[in-house]
């Protein structure tokens, strides 16, 4: 079998990368997965995008992103149900106000309404808590259906997908000139993509490279709202503060008989969550990476029973509403995935040592906002087109640059929540 590129993984940015190539003219285009396409991280997503990024690399790509998120939505009908609703950062703390406000003037242009104080911002979101005195509403931002964009992508473009695992990359010449599928042959092709998220790594060794990445544990709840208590017009809500739960006595003595010692001081700030469905649609998501675990990608992911509850009182110190299900949690359920990310939390994006392969991962926590751009850019680079402001920053050749690495020494910022 012949293939103008090989592409090795069906989730999001394989799909993406995939339909770019299409589109740019390459012929023959394959993506190899054993798995359905989109169902080991691209559909665990809280699937939110946005804008508003710290660093004018990852504004420059996201901003990208959302043109073509936008284009396609038009194409298709809306076949992933865009929305606009924005993220909303909220804070109890008179510094991070100040820090917040500061943003909305570096960061202005990206588009943002501030609210500097308690009334203005419950004004306009009135289910939040007394305790919040501002916040911060970025506009460019909202969130979709991850499946149904990268379904509609593998349908409208002739990319063949071929459900076995990627086991090998063949050079000849000094470029790449085949790959190897399991239980097959080997598929003759002068392009390949390593697009194999939380195996990034693996894979990248197969076309004889160490990709700088590290991959971190990140759970998911969604609740059946079933007594309606969070807004179901509410943008994407994020607490921005390190917060202590009010466990009562008797579940501080239970937790601390438990070993979750661990969820009795202060918890990580970014507890997050947003409706999800239409309005009729009972359900929220929300998450809190409060468990910092840092692993080899492996399956089960590590359990946390107490999830869900933790979760929910999370929620409740932004939503006081919420506090309806303290006694009785609504019927939970948990997911989630690996963030793979690169040091600095900026995707890896371009070409590999070997001639004709390449790289579309490290998509961290953005991957299904980034994965339009970063699809296009690999295909960019890949068809030798002219390449966008914000491709070096992506490359991995950034690591060879000495000024960078000093850069992102002691960076603190990276824009993850
Ligand atoms: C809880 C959670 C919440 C998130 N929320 C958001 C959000 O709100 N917004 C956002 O933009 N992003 C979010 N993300 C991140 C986003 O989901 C990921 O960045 C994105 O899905 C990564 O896509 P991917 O295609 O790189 O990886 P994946 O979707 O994991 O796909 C990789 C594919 O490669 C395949 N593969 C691996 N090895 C091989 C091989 N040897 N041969 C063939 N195939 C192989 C795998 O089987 C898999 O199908 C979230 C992630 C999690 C876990």
């Not at 298709?76 to 406000?101: E, I, K, M, P």
């Not at 042959?185 to 939380?198: M, Q, R, Y």
């Not at 675990?293 to 992911?301: H, S």
Request: net charge negative; glycine share 10%.
């Amino acid at each position: 079998m012949k293939a103008g590129a090989v592409v090795c993984g069906a989730g999001i940015a394989g799909v993406s990368a995939a339909f770019h190539l299409a589109r740019a003219g390459v012929k023959d285009v394959v993506v190899v997965d054993p798995r359905p396409p989109l169902t080991l991280t691209s559909d665990k997503s809280t699937e939110c995008y946005r804008n508003w990024w710290p660093n004018v690399p990852m504004a420059s790509l996201m901003n990208r992103s959302i043109d073509l998120l936008e284009k396609m939505a038009d194409e298709s009908g809306d076949a992933f149900h865009l929305s606009r609703r924005g993220y909303l950062f909220v804070t109890a703390d008179q510094d991070r106000l100040t820090r917040l406000a500061l943003d909305a003037v570096e960061m202005g242009r990206l588009g943002a309404d501030l609210y500097d104080d308690n009334e203005s911002l419950r004004r306009r979101f009135p289910y939040l808590s007394e305790r919040a005195l501002g916040g911060l509403h970025a506009r460019r931002a909202g969130w979709f259906s991850a499946q149904q964009l990268g379904s509609w992508m593998l349908a409208r473009s002739d990319v063949k997908v071929i459900r076995a695992a990627v086991t090998g990359v063949e050079a000849g010449g000094g470029r790449v000139a085949g790959v190897l599928i399991e239980g097959s042959d080997t598929i003759e092709t002068p392009v390949f993509v390593n697009a194999a998220g939380p195996m990034l790594q693996e894979v990248g060794r197969l076309a004889g490279v160490e990709l700088p990445v590290y991959s971190e544990v990140h759970l998911k709840v969604g609740f059946r709202d079933h007594l309606g208590l969070f807004p179901r017009d509410a943008p994407m809500l994020i607490w921005t503060d390190p917060q202590v739960i009010d466990w009562s006595a008797s579940e501080r003595t239970q937790l601390a008989a438990d070993g979750r010692a661990d969820l009795l001081g202060e918890m990580p700030p970014g507890c997050h969550g947003r409706p999800e469905g239409g309005i009729d649609s009972p359900w929220l998501l929300a998450l809190w990476e409060y468990h910092r675990i840092i692993q080899e990608p492996t399956w089960p992911l590590p359990e946390d029973r107490l999830y869900p509850e933790v979760v929910m009182r999370g929620m409740t110190t932004m939503i006081p509403g919420l506090a309806a299900y303290r006694d009785r949690l609504p019927q939970p359920v948990v997911d989630g995935g690996y963030y793979t990310k690169t040091r600095e939390n900026r995707p890896l994006i371009g070409p590999l040592a070997l001639e004709g392969a390449y790289v579309v991962g490290a998509l961290s926590g953005f991957g299904v906002m980034a994965a339009a751009a970063a699809g296009e850019l690999v295909a960019l680079h890949v068809t030798g087109r002219p390449l966008p402001d914000y491709a070096g920053a992506f490359s991995l050749q950034r690591y060879e640059d000495p000024t960078y690495l000093a850069e992102i020494e002691d960076l603190v910022e990276t824009g993850q929540i």
